[in-house]
Structure formats: C-alpha cells, structure tokens
C-alpha cells in the first residue's frame, strides 16, 4: 500500500502538529478517542480523552482524581513503550498479533499514538471479540487463534496486562486469521510488577487464556441451542 509513512525505512514521525478538533473520533474506548490519520484511513492517531475539570472543593477527592489522571498518563507511556519494545524485535512471533506503531503525534489532545487500523475486508475497524461474543459471532476455530495469540505472547519479552475481550481483534491478512491486541500493552496495577517480575507471566497468560476460551466456548454453545439468534444479530 503506498503510503510515505509507512514505506520509509526508519519510520520517523512527520514532525507535526495535528489538530483533531473538528475531526469525529472513529471509535472511542473508556480512557481513549481514536482518529483516522488525516489522508490515510489505513493508520489511527489514538489519543487520551480530555480530563475533565474537577469540580472537586474537597481536597481529598480533588487529589484522588489528579493521581486518577497522573495513573492513566502513565498507562499510556506504558503501552507506547511497549509498541517500542516490540519495534525493536522485528522477528518476535507476537508482531503479527499487535498493530504496527509507526510513532508518536503532537495533537490537540496532547501526545497521541499512530498505529495500524486493524480492518475488516468492507474497510471498517475490526469488530472486538466483546462484540463478537455477545452477537454470537464466534467460531470453534477461535479458540485455536486464540492459543496461538497466547503461545506467541508468552514467550515473547512484551508485558500486556489488560488482556480483555474488548482489547482483542480477529483480523484476516493475507488470508490468515489471527486475533491482534489493540490495546492494553504495559502494566495495569500503579506498581509494574508484571515488568518487575516476568517470572509470573506464564500463569498469569494461562488464567486469562482460560478465561477468554471458556467465553468463547459459552457462545458457541448459545449458537448451537439458539443459531436464528445469531443471524439475526448478524443481519442486524
Ligand atoms: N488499532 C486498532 N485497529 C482497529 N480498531 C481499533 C484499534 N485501536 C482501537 N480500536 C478501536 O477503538 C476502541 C477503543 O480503543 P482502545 O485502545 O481499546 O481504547 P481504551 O484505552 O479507551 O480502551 C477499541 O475497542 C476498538 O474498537
Ligand atoms: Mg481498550
């Protein structure tokens, strides 16, 4: 696909500023707004949403809701510095399972990300498996994706502690299904223990496995008992 960004060999950022102001996110997430990348519907500038002002008088709450802020901006210099860790290993399994990071943008909104939008054929964004599981959209397959996502991250040196259906994808390229992380790399608690001791991430990565394939098996389930539920959903 050509695209100056992409194509460049060192990937360097354009240095410029973008003003997203009159733009309408293509997505939003809890803490995130996700833009397409002004001319290039194939990249998102991925950015946190404005914090509101705290209309606080309470000195305790108003401090709780600035370390709230202090916590989120750090979870989003954790996921970039992932992204970067996995740049650096071009022959780590997992990169097919992450969107590729082509750097970080000054926006409006402050900092923002520019990574790969993660399409279907029709060239929407991918559906979550979240949403997948709950029209039904689910395939016995899944779960063997599923294992290979995980086996691929376990032994990879990357830290994703916000591994959930909504940070989940299945994506189609080149006719390989594969589910991608589209968010939730870099730890989750204040204190970066998954980074801190790396020991734990294979009994951690097999509970949110099993977790993740019981849900799946749940709704494949419901489809056999109930498969109009399903065409209807789809249809829908
Ligand atoms: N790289 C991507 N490709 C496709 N869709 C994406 C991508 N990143 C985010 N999205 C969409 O945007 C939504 C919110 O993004 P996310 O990064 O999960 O934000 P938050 O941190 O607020 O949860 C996701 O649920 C997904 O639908
Ligand atoms: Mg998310």
């Not at 707004?33 to 008088?57: C, Q, R």
């Not at 397959?141 to 990879?156: A, G, P, R, W």
């Not at 801190?196 to 019981?214: H, V």
């Amino acid at each position: 696909m050509a695209n100056n960004i992409k194509n460049s060999t060192n990937l360097e950022l354009p240095k410029k500023h973008f003003d997203l102001s009159l733009c309408k996110p293509v997505a939003k997430g809890a803490k995130k707004l996700i833009f397409y990348y002004p001319n290039d519907n194939d990249l998102l500038i991925k950015v946190l949403k404005p914090f509101k002002k705290s209309k606080e008088k309470n000195i305790i709450f108003d401090t709780i809701s600035k370390l709230r802020q202090w916590y989120i901006v750090r979870l989003f210099y954790r996921e970039i510095r992932e992204y970067g860790k996995l740049k650096r290993s071009v022959n780590s399994g997992l990169c097919k399972h992450i969107p590729a990071f082509y750097g970080i943008a000054d926006t409006n909104y402050g900092k923002g990300m520019i990574v790969e939008a993660i399409k279907e054929k029709d060239g929407g964004l991918c559906q979550t498996l979240k949403e997948r599981l709950k029209s039904g959209n689910v395939q016995k397959d899944h779960i063997l994706l599923l294992q290979e996502f995980f086996d691929n991250l376990t032994v990879s040196d990357i830290v994703a502690g916000d591994i959930n259906s909504a940070n989940l994808v299945l994506a189609c390229h080149d006719g390989e299904n594969k589910f991608v992380m589209i968010d939730g790399l870099g730890d989750k608690t204040l204190i970066p223990f998954r980074s801190w001791f790396p020991g734990n991430k294979r009994s951690f990565l097999e509970k949110k496995y099993i977790k993740l394939k019981a849900r799946i098996e749940q709704a494949l389930r419901l489809q056999e008992i109930n498969p109009n539920d399903q065409e209807r959903d789809n249809n829908s």
